[in-house]
């Protein structure tokens, strides 16, 4: 019988503590994490901000999950170091904790980017559930707010704040929201849907620092002189693996396809081990790396570590998919096709590399060839191969939907639809396991409503 740790009770810890369970009925699993709930929503944070969603409705996992899982869930628990020789967690409470096997699943922090004065009073964040809870609490009528960076954090604290009633202002780096992933078409759709919903939109200007008076922030200070006043400052610039408690820090970590680590008997898996670069957290990716893991910390082959970048999310309601390599330099040798789009707030593209292989796809409005692109890219498939009923639903508005999808109002997941599929129907998302409705969208389109 193994004694398995896991640190961080996100989407991968959790699921990795299921599939680790289903692998070895005897072992002893335990699950850390810093704060005071057991697993949650994580990507309805928003809407919970901005009183959509109500708090019973966030948790994932109740006390009945971990009792019949016979897992032990340690809250409120935070580790101070691990000690990998001797094969120990050792807790702030001074208490040590041995392990026969570890997974490291605590994801990224979100940093404010080195700016003097993020550290002032009135600067937030939005990735627990009790910050969330304080911004809710705190009240958005009568009250500005400014929302700093680039990607999804950023997206969402937009639309959490203007929900919960905040004159709200997104300040964007760069010429355009996103350039890693989104094109000047679809960024033109995203900041048109963010200006609709209430959100002023400051574009080509970094930020230089956070102004404050008596410890408070007062205004967000752009490179251009800019001063963007307000009482909350979200600062979305920066990411970082949550690693501080390994070894030198995490400093060296480095993490094999295998999810395997240099330290013996410990594995990583999540966003923990997404480049800090990317702008966003991928929850699909992380179910199944957790999911992966799991299996490969109980000794069994796991194909290799998903490297695909794969973006499944809403800006305010418009379902976004990004699938590989998005946006293309001028004379890169890689073409794109995007027939008629962009047509009104719906836009598709294709992206090919100098041998014409499909290497990304870009969906947003209408998102139902999601599933069957993803498994063309990761097939390495020629434009000359593609399915023609696909292309000629996505490039021909005329065409009949062949392709059904509906994308998974929790993790995101493009869910594809059987032909007959019709509003009413009762769907379980194979990823993350939430029960929905379908109701009927735009045009063939269907969305998803949390079943209750």
Request: glycine share 14%; proline share 4%.
């Given at each position: 019988?193994?004694?398995?740790?896991?640190?961080?009770?996100?989407?991968?810890?959790?699921?990795?503590?299921?599939?680790?369970?289903?692998?070895?009925?005897?072992?002893?699993?335990?699950?850390?994490?810093?704060?005071?709930?057991?697993?949650?929503?994580?990507?309805?944070?928003?809407?919970?901000?901005?009183?959509?969603?109500?708090?019973?409705?966030?948790?994932?996992?109740?006390?009945?999950?971990?009792?019949?899982?016979?897992?032990?869930?340690?809250?409120?628990?935070?580790?101070?170091?691990?000690?990998?020789?001797?094969?120990?967690?050792?807790?702030?409470?001074?208490?040590?904790?041995?392990?026969?096997?570890?997974?490291?699943?605590?994801?990224?922090?979100?940093?404010?980017?080195?700016?003097?004065?993020?550290?002032?009073?009135?600067?937030?964040?939005?990735?627990?559930?009790?910050?969330?809870?304080?911004?809710?609490?705190?009240?958005?009528?009568?009250?500005?707010?400014?929302?700093?960076?680039?990607?999804?954090?950023?997206?969402?604290?937009?639309?959490?704040?203007?929900?919960?009633?905040?004159?709200?202002?997104?300040?964007?780096?760069?010429?355009?929201?996103?350039?890693?992933?989104?094109?000047?078409?679809?960024?033109?759709?995203?900041?048109?849907?963010?200006?609709?919903?209430?959100?002023?939109?400051?574009?080509?200007?970094?930020?230089?620092r956070v102004a404050g008076t008596d410890g408070r922030a007062r205004a967000l200070v752009l490179a251009n002189g800019t001063e963007l006043e307000g009482e909350v400052f979200g600062v979305c610039a920066r990411y970082r693996p949550a690693l501080s408690f390994l070894p030198g820090d995490g400093g060296a970590f480095a993490v094999a396809e295998d999810l395997t680590t240099p330290w013996e008997g410990i594995w990583a898996a999540g966003d923990v081990t997404s480049d800090p670069s990317r702008g966003y957290f991928n929850w699909l990716r992380s179910w199944r790396e957790?999911?992966?893991?799991?299996?490969?910390?109980?000794?069994?082959?796991?194909?290799?570590?998903?490297?695909?970048?794969?973006?499944?999310?809403?800006?305010?309601?418009?379902?976004?998919?990004?699938?590989?390599?998005?946006?293309?330099?001028?004379?890169?040798?890689?073409?794109?096709?995007?027939?008629?789009?962009?047509?009104?707030?719906?836009?598709?593209?294709?992206?090919?590399?100098?041998?014409?292989?499909?290497?990304?796809?870009?969906?947003?409005?209408?998102?139902?060839?999601?599933?069957?692109?993803?498994?063309?890219?990761?097939?390495?498939?020629?434009?000359?191969?593609?399915?023609?009923?696909?292309?000629?639903?996505?490039?021909?508005?005329?065409?009949?939907?062949?392709?059904?999808?509906?994308?998974?109002?929790?993790?995101?997941?493009?869910?594809?639809?059987?032909?007959?599929?019709?509003?009413?129907?009762?769907?379980?998302?194979?990823?993350?396991?939430?029960?929905?409705?379908?109701?009927?969208?735009?045009?063939?389109?269907?969305?998803?409503?949390?079943?209750?």
């Amino acid at each position: 019988m193994g004694k398995y740790v896991i640190i961080g009770n996100g989407v991968t810890g959790t699921r990795a503590a299921e599939v680790l369970r289903g692998q070895q009925p005897d072992a002893e699993i335990t699950l850390m994490t810093e704060e005071d709930y057991p697993f949650y929503r994580r990507p309805q944070l928003p809407d919970f901000v901005a009183g959509k969603v109500a708090g019973a409705a966030l948790w994932g996992k109740r006390s009945e999950f971990y009792d019949r899982e016979r897992l032990e869930l340690r809250l409120s628990c935070r580790v101070e170091s691990v000690d990998a020789d001797a094969g120990k967690v050792r807790l702030a409470s001074g208490e040590e904790v041995g392990y026969d096997s570890l997974l490291v699943a605590t994801g990224r922090q979100v940093d404010g980017g080195g700016l003097p004065g993020e550290k002032l009073d009135g600067v937030v964040c939005l990735k627990t559930l009790d910050q969330a809870k304080a911004l809710r609490e705190s009240g958005g009528e009568g009250r500005r707010a400014v929302v700093y960076g680039d990607g999804l954090v950023a997206l969402e604290m937009v639309r959490a704040l203007a929900g919960a009633g905040f004159a709200t202002t997104y300040a964007v780096p760069g010429p355009r929201i996103w350039p890693d992933v989104l094109d000047e078409d679809a960024a033109d759709i995203a900041a048109a849907r963010l200006r609709a919903a209430g959100a002023e939109l400051v574009t080509g200007s970094p930020a230089e620092r956070v102004a404050g008076t008596d410890g408070r922030a007062r205004a967000l200070v752009l490179a251009n002189g800019t001063e963007l006043e307000g009482e909350v400052f979200g600062v979305c610039a920066r990411y970082r693996p949550a690693l501080s408690f390994l070894p030198g820090d995490g400093g060296a970590f480095a993490v094999a396809e295998d999810l395997t680590t240099p330290w013996e008997g410990i594995w990583a898996a999540g966003d923990v081990t997404s480049d800090p670069s990317r702008g966003y957290f991928n929850w699909l990716r992380s179910w199944r790396e957790g999911a992966a893991a799991g299996v490969a910390m109980a000794g069994g082959a796991v194909e290799p570590a998903d490297k695909l970048d794969l973006l499944n999310m809403q800006i305010y309601g418009l379902s976004l998919v990004a699938i590989g390599k998005t946006t293309v330099a001028y004379r890169s040798g890689f073409s794109e096709m995007r027939g008629e789009y962009p047509y009104g707030e719906f836009y598709k593209k294709l992206v090919f590399d100098p041998d014409d292989v499909l290497v990304g796809a870009v969906l947003l409005g209408g998102i139902a060839e999601a599933g069957a692109l993803e498994e063309a890219i990761r097939g390495r498939t020629k434009k000359a191969d593609l399915d023609a009923g696909l292309l000629h639903q996505m490039f021909d508005r005329t065409y009949r939907t062949e392709y059904l999808g509906v994308q998974c109002p929790v993790c995101r997941h493009e869910i594809q639809l059987s032909p007959g599929a019709a509003a009413g129907d009762l769907v379980t998302c194979p990823i993350c396991g939430v029960d929905f409705r379908l109701e009927r969208g735009q045009g063939a389109a269907f969305v998803a409503k949390i079943a209750r």
